[in-house]
């Protein structure tokens, strides 16, 4: 059973930083494209941030460009969301997405709110 399991959300003061994880259970990481996504009440579900399989490749959503870093170790078969500099309009529900590269499999953590609020 392939299981994403997010954790780290909380809620903290503008300007403050959380790292959320998310931790695969069920699938081989190396083999799958990982990305963060977050979906704030009555918006869309919108990418954050994207990670290459293998080849250290990232894209970010030009609102978090400087502030968020996302990054993966394979061996332990987890994916980070570094956030720094915090704002009220980072709350959301933030979501790990799993796409395999060589395939059309992909996997959905539930999710993990974190709130920015003074």
């Known amino acids: 059973q392939v299981q994403l399991v997010e954790s780290g959300g909380g809620l903290v003061q503008p300007g403050g930083s959380l790292r959320l994880s998310c931790a695969a259970s069920?699938?081989?990481?190396?083999?799958?494209?990982m990305s963060w996504y977050r979906q704030a009440p009555g918006k869309e579900r919108e990418l954050v941030a994207r990670?290459?399989?293998?080849?250290?490749?990232?894209n970010y959503a030009d609102s978090v460009k400087g502030r968020f870093t996302i990054s993966r170790d394979n061996a332990k078969n987890t994916v980070f969301l570094q956030m720094n500099s915090l704002k009220p309009d980072d709350t959301a529900v933030y979501y790990c997405?799993?796409?395999?590269?060589?395939?059309?499999?992909?996997?959905w953590g539930q999710g993990t709110q974190v709130t920015v609020s003074s």
């Open positions: 997405k799993a796409d395999q590269v060589r395939g059309t499999r992909l996997y």
């Open positions: 990670i290459t399989n293998t080849v250290v490749i990232t």
């Open positions: 069920g699938i081989t990481l190396s083999l799958y494209r």
